[in-house]
């Protein structure tokens, strides 16, 4: 069997990748995919847990996940249609209408 | 980091792996060497069954296909909790159908409130 | 099971149901204000059954108690408030979509859900429901760029912190090998205290405090919230300025002093910091603000600081402190966002801060209800906002952390000079320009449950600390 580390350190260098492109990339849509990104790593290692240790929770909650990260990826999405109709960017850089 | 541990179990499909691409690469080299090379304006334009190519190749899609997707994404993922169920049908029985059918029920206020909204018409 | 086997969640199963029949009954009727009235029907029905929820669910993954019941008392009054506040504003904004009340009431069952949690997956359902629902009424003023920034804003950090707090869940069910919180706490006990903690262990309790920092807005983790809340409508800024956070206490309850305690050591050095840079840069930012929604987002965030300060003597009492901070928080700052929203007129903002210019001259009842809630949140008694503090002190000198006691007391003083400042504007200056109020029965009723609630907690405390105590016994 593939040791659980192996796991945990994929899932550690994905969480990563999302997270360095959560705070580098200024598109709105590329950082809710970083997002995206964030949520697979975590489920990876919760399955890993799960299978590794014969409990089935971790994966209980990984279905939890994916159904939960859908509903979110449709209102981030909405989200990001109902600003482009009145802004015409999806840079985040210019969302500046408040300051202070 | 990683042990001593070689994944012998994984050793066919890196084998696959290897075979996959030789063969592929393998195959577009041999074409590409074999092959006489007379280009001429028709030949290189992209070929679209035939048709004249015409317009940009990247067209904005209107947003209503994305109110469906939406609509597809979060209806779509909660067939995942009715897999389980299905499995399990026969040993939980009267109460974890109920249960499913308050989640259908749920769900389907949602889907008419889509509907009501008028979220489905297209025009 | 029986129905009558679901009765330890019946405000939970009475607003969900309240949240579909919202949903449904703005297909069929036009006129909205109907929808706020089932609404506050509704709410009042779950808060009836509040009382007498006891015991635990579904293999304890849920379970009400005096501790979730106290929290539930608190989001469902918010929703109350909120709904109460909301009527007049929505039709002033032209913002009146039926599925505002829904998103509103879904938004608290997601935060009685994170109270009632017994395992880490209801709690991420709770977050998530609490979550989604406020992200949409952020945006809810779909035309106005502002609101749809702001919600924008809070979705794009709000589920980054969630993506943290999910890999703090799944570090923490692999190094205990549960998700249950007392299974939880009995592994961190196996693995004793001390040397042999697993790093995996700790580092799972480092994004714990990320997650729920982000969640309460405290610093460094607090950059979304001032641009949150002056963008999103005033009335869901009043909901989410209360609600979430408090939501945010009652799982520190449950994750800090109950799964992982075995820990404090190691998470109290953690949060000292991040609470004393919550109080100060929350202080010293309001300072220079000129938006009035902007300004109370800045309070929100110091407000989190105090509240945080009785998380950190690791004990009961600095918990039913906090508890008891976030109760009177909640009547003194709807209170005063209700005041906000009465300046919000058909063309006028009423926002900044120069609108409160002789606000005693024009409307003095307004302006007296300000300085009351303005005084409250300052601290300066016979208000609630002193009792809140002075427990929290209290509490914090009784665990020997006497230095962050003072250090509280004297960064509370900074704050004296923003708020009081609005208090001097409306009584000491004259008005620059004719401020209209709204005259909404509901805003009215809203106000007058906050003002009499910020004064009885403040005349007679007794009551409402012995509330917080009882609760404190966890499962």
Same mark, same amino acid.
């Given at each position: 069997?593939?040791?659980?580390?192996?796991?945990?350190?994929?899932?550690?260098?994905?969480?990563?990748?999302?997270?360095?492109?959560?705070?580098?990339?200024?598109?709105?849509?590329?950082?809710?995919?970083?997002?995206e990104i964030m949520f697979n790593a975590v489920?990876?290692?919760?399955?890993?847990?799960?299978?590794?240790?014969?409990?089935?929770?971790?994966q209980i909650l990984v279905f939890m996940i994916?159904?939960?990260?859908?509903?979110?990826?449709?209102?981030?999405?909405?989200?990001?249609?109902?600003?482009?109709?009145?802004?015409?960017?999806?840079?985040?850089?210019?969302?500046?209408?408040?300051?202070? | 980091?990683?042990?001593?541990?070689?994944?012998?179990?994984?050793?066919?499909?890196?084998?696959?792996?290897?075979?996959?691409?030789?063969?592929?690469?393998?195959?577009?080299?041999?074409?590409?060497?074999?092959?006489?090379?007379?280009?001429?304006?028709?030949?290189?334009?992209?070929?679209?069954?035939?048709?004249?190519?015409?317009?940009?190749?990247?067209?904005?899609?209107?947003?209503?296909?994305?109110?469906?997707?939406?609509?597809?994404?979060?209806?779509?993922?909660?067939?995942?909790?009715?897999?389980?169920w299905a499995v399990a049908f026969n040993k939980?029985?009267?109460?974890?159908?109920?249960?499913?059918?308050?989640?259908?029920?749920?769900?389907?206020?949602?889907?008419?409130?889509?509907?009501?909204?008028?979220?489905?018409?297209?025009? | 099971?029986?129905?009558?086997?679901?009765?330890?969640?019946?405000?939970?199963?009475?607003?969900?149901?309240?949240?579909?029949?919202?949903?449904?009954?703005?297909?069929?009727?036009?006129?909205?204000?109907?929808?706020?009235?089932?609404?506050?029907?509704?709410?009042?029905?779950? &808060?009836?059954?509040?009382?007498?929820?006891?015991?635990?669910?579904?293999?304890?993954?849920?379970?009400?108690?005096?501790?979730?019941?106290?929290?539930?008392?608190?989001?469902?009054?918010?929703?109350?408030?909120?709904?109460?506040?909301?009527?007049?504003?929505?039709?002033?904004?032209?913002?009146?979509?039926?599925?505002?009340?829904?998103?509103?009431?879904?938004?608290?069952?997601?935060?009685?859900?994170?109270?009632?949690?017994?395992?880490?997956?209801?709690?991420?359902?709770?977050?998530?429901?609490?979550?989604?629902?406020?992200?949409?009424?952020?945006?809810?003023?779909?035309?106005?760029?502002?609101?749809?920034?702001?919600?924008?804003?809070?979705?794009?950090?709000?589920?980054?912190?969630?993506?943290?707090?999910?890999?703090?869940?799944?570090?923490?069910?692999?190094?205990?090998?549960?998700?249950?919180?007392?299974?939880?706490?009995?592994?961190?006990?196996?693995?004793?205290?001390?040397?042999?903690?697993?790093?995996?262990?700790?580092?799972?309790?480092?994004?714990?405090?990320?997650?729920?920092?982000?969640?309460?807005?405290?610093?460094?983790?607090?950059?979304?919230?001032?641009?949150?809340?002056?963008? $999103?409508?005033?009335?869901?800024?009043? &909901?989410?300025?209360?609600?979430?956070?408090?939501? #945010?206490?009652?799982?520190?309850?449950?994750?800090?002093?109950?799964?992982?305690?075995?820990?404090?050591?190691?998470?109290?050095?953690?949060?000292?910091?991040?609470?004393?840079?919550?109080?100060?840069?929350?202080?010293?930012?309001?300072?220079?603000?000129?938006?009035?929604?902007?300004?109370?987002?800045?309070?929100?965030?110091?407000?989190?600081?105090?509240?945080?300060?009785?998380?950190?003597?690791?004990?009961?009492?600095?918990?039913?402190?906090?508890?008891?901070?976030?109760?009177?928080?909640?009547?003194?700052?709807?209170? $005063?966002?209700?005041?906000?929203?009465?300046?919000?007129?058909?063309?006028?903002?009423?926002?900044?801060?120069?609108?409160?210019?002789?606000?005693?001259?024009?409307?003095?009842?307004? $302006?007296?209800?300000?300085?009351?809630?303005?005084?409250?949140?300052?601290?300066?008694?016979?208000?609630?906002?002193?009792?809140?503090? &002075?427990?929290?002190?209290?509490?914090?000198?009784?665990? #020997?952390?006497?230095?962050?006691?003072?250090?509280?007391?004297?960064?509370?003083?900074?704050?004296?000079?923003?708020?009081?400042?609005?208090?001097?504007?409306?009584?000491?200056?004259?008005?620059?320009?004719?401020?209209?109020?709204?005259?909404?029965?509901?805003?009215?009723?809203?106000?007058?449950?906050?003002?009499?609630?910020?004064?009885?907690?403040?005349?007679?405390?007794?009551?409402?600390?012995?509330?917080?105590?009882?609760?404190?016994?966890?499962?």
């Amino acid at each position: 069997m593939v040791p659980l580390n192996w796991y945990i350190w994929l899932s550690g260098v994905l969480f990563c990748v999302g997270m360095f492109g959560f705070i580098t990339r200024r598109n709105l849509i590329i950082m809710l995919l970083s997002v995206e990104i964030m949520f697979n790593a975590v489920n990876i290692s919760l399955v890993a847990f799960s299978h590794y240790m014969e409990d089935l929770t971790g994966q209980i909650l990984v279905f939890m996940i994916i159904a939960v990260a859908a509903a979110e990826a449709a209102i981030g999405l909405a989200l990001v249609i109902a600003l482009f109709r009145n802004k015409e960017t999806i840079t985040v850089d210019e969302f500046n209408e408040m300051r202070g | 980091m990683p042990g001593t541990y070689v994944p012998t179990d994984y050793l066919p499909v890196l084998v696959f792996l290897i075979i996959a691409l030789g063969f592929g690469l393998g195959a577009l080299l041999f074409g590409f060497l074999l092959r006489p090379r007379r280009p001429y304006a028709e030949k290189l334009s992209p070929y679209e069954s035939g048709m004249l190519p015409e317009g940009e190749p990247r067209q904005k899609f209107t947003v209503r296909y994305y109110i469906i997707a939406i609509l597809f994404v979060v209806f779509d993922v909660e067939a995942v909790f009715m897999y389980p169920w299905a499995v399990a049908f026969n040993k939980i029985g009267l109460y974890a159908f109920v249960e499913m059918m308050l989640f259908i029920l749920i769900l389907a206020v949602g889907y008419i409130y889509a509907w009501r909204k008028d979220a489905f018409v297209w025009d | 099971m029986t129905l009558a086997n679901l009765r330890p969640m019946a405000p939970e199963l009475i607003l969900i149901a309240l949240g579909l029949v919202l949903l449904m009954l703005d297909l069929i009727c036009r006129k909205k204000e109907m929808l706020a009235i089932v609404t506050l029907i509704g709410a009042i029905l779950a &808060f009836y059954f509040i009382k007498g929820s006891h015991g635990g669910l579904f293999d304890g993954m849920f379970i009400a108690d005096l501790y979730s019941n106290f929290f539930k008392t608190v989001f469902i009054i918010n929703l109350l408030l909120s709904t109460l506040i909301s009527v007049k504003y929505l039709d002033t904004e032209r913002a009146l979509h039926g599925e505002y009340y829904a998103l509103l009431v879904f938004a608290t069952v997601g935060m009685m859900t994170m109270a009632s949690a017994g395992n880490l997956i209801v709690l991420y359902l709770g977050l998530e429901l609490m979550s989604l629902s406020i992200y949409v009424l952020c945006g809810f003023l779909r035309n106005n760029i502002k609101s749809t920034e702001s919600a924008i804003k809070y979705f794009l950090l709000g589920a980054f912190s969630t993506a943290i707090l999910l890999y703090a869940i799944s570090l923490l069910y692999g190094s205990t090998g549960s998700t249950d919180f007392n299974k939880i706490a009995n592994a961190v006990a196996v693995m004793g205290a001390g040397a042999a903690l697993k790093p995996l262990l700790l580092f799972s309790v480092a994004l714990f405090v990320t997650a729920v920092g982000f969640k309460i807005a405290a610093v460094p983790f607090h950059m979304w919230s001032p641009d949150v809340y002056e963008g $999103a409508p005033t009335s869901v800024t009043a &909901f989410m300025s209360v609600g979430p956070k408090a939501a #945010g206490f009652a799982i520190i309850g449950k994750i800090f002093f109950v799964a992982i305690f075995g820990l404090h050591v190691e998470w109290v050095k953690l949060l000292i910091p991040i609470s004393v840079a919550t109080m100060i840069t929350g202080n010293v930012l309001a300072i220079s603000q000129t938006n009035i929604k902007r300004m109370l987002a800045y309070s929100s965030i110091a407000h989190a600081g105090y509240a945080l300060l009785g998380i950190l003597t690791a004990d009961g009492d600095g918990l039913t402190a906090a508890m008891n901070y976030m109760l009177i928080y909640m009547f003194m700052n709807v209170g $005063a966002f209700a005041v906000v929203i009465m300046l919000r007129t058909e063309d006028f903002a009423g926002d900044e801060l120069k609108d409160y210019l002789g606000l005693a001259k024009t409307h003095p009842l307004a $302006a007296f209800l300000m300085m009351i809630f303005m005084f409250s949140l300052t601290g300066i008694p016979p208000t609630a906002g002193f009792i809140g503090k &002075f427990y929290i002190f209290t509490a914090l000198i009784h665990s #020997g952390q006497l230095k962050l006691a003072v250090a509280g007391v004297l960064i509370s003083v900074i704050s004296a000079f923003f708020y009081l400042r609005v208090v001097m504007y409306m009584y000491m200056k004259d008005p620059e320009v004719e401020t209209p109020v709204s005259d909404s029965l509901y805003l009215k009723v809203a106000l007058a449950i906050s003002v009499v609630m910020v004064i009885v907690i403040g005349v007679f405390p007794g009551k409402f600390i012995e509330f917080a105590k009882a609760s404190l016994i966890l499962q």
